[in-house]
Nanobody, 126 residues
């Protein structure tokens, strides 16, 4: 059973920063792990992912150069450091993992991920 638990969400003003964490067995036992987000009434979208083997990272264009995905293997923890937050970043953020490696063509496809956390809410006010 792969476990993933998110934390670190909250409310922040535009331009601010937050760091999300995802802990659990899935951080080190899977091949590809990432962050997704879903705003009310919208589809769930990929934000960033990291290959646990190679360390290669992938980002959505909307967060490139603002968000950084990283992991601490010793603590079974995945991070998403978010800077220069915008109101459009407001969403529920989910950690997800799969046993197939990340690829540039597929890392953001939600249906390719087998394991999900419960989510943590991020709200950015203008």
């Amino acid at each position: 059973q792969v476990q993933l638990v998110e934390s670190g969400g909250g409310s922040v003003q535009a331009g601010g920063s937050l760091r999300l964490s995802c802990t659990g067995s899935g951080v080190t036992s899977t091949a590809c792990i990432g962050w997704f987000r879903q705003a009310p009434g919208k589809e769930r979208l990929g934000v960033a992912a990291i290959s646990t083997g190679s360390g290669r990272t992938y980002y959505a264009d909307s967060v490139q150069n603002r968000f950084i995905i990283s992991r601490d293997i010793s603590k079974n923890t995945l991070f998403l450091h978010m800077d220069v937050l915008k109101p459009e970043d407001t969403a529920m953020y989910y950690c997800a993992a799969r046993f197939r490696d990340c690829y540039s063509t597929s890392w953001s496809r939600t249906y390719e991920y087998d394991n999900w956390g419960q989510g943590t809410q991020v709200t950015v006010s203008s």
